[in-house]
């Protein structure tokens, strides 16, 4: 991992990533060079100060390269050996709008994370009736980056 300066300003060395198979968590990105501090700088504060920050175009090909000719710059979290772990630190920190990335130049998609519920712990779904309206044992897709699963408990008191 190659360290450079601060050129946006933010208090954090920017920290390139390569393609290494590792997962980031993306908090914020911007190929706007009059939003760059605006956009990645609340990200950084919400990480608690965590956040790094890279320029696409000097890291892993799985991202953008360039808006309109503009670098891309991303606020992130990681690098984590696991999807599970940067899933697990996205739920953590629960910034909007982040999303996790693999660092495989082959891989072009977001990597969706999965989040099991015990039924028990989700507000009751009805047709205002009373009546049920089907099974909960289903995935449901919530967002093209989100996954989540319930399921009915064990024991039904």
Not at 61 to 68: A, L, P, R, T, Y
Request: charged residues 25%.
């Amino acid at each position: 991992m190659a360290r450079s300066a601060d050129p946006l300003e933010l208090g954090v060395d920017m920290s390139q990533q390569h393609c290494s198979g590792e997962f980031l968590v993306i908090l914020a990105s911007s190929g706007d060079p009059a939003a760059y501090a605006s956009t990645l700088r609340p990200a950084h504060e919400q990480a608690g100060g965590e956040a790094k920050y890279l320029r696409t175009s000097d890291s892993c090909n799985s991202f953008v390269q360039e808006i309109d000719g503009n670098d891309v710059y991303a606020a992130y979290l990681g690098p984590f050996d696991s999807a599970w772990q940067a899933c697990e630190a996205r739920g953590r920190i629960g910034y909007g709008g982040s999303y996790v990335r693999e660092l495989r130049s082959d891989q072009e998609r977001r990597t969706p994370c999965a989040c099991e519920y015990s039924s028990s712990e989700l507000p009751r779904i009805s047709r205002g009736d009373g009546g049920a309206v089907g099974s909960l044992d289903r995935p449901l897709r919530l967002r093209r980056e989100e996954l989540v699963v319930l399921r009915r408990p064990q024991h039904e008191a």
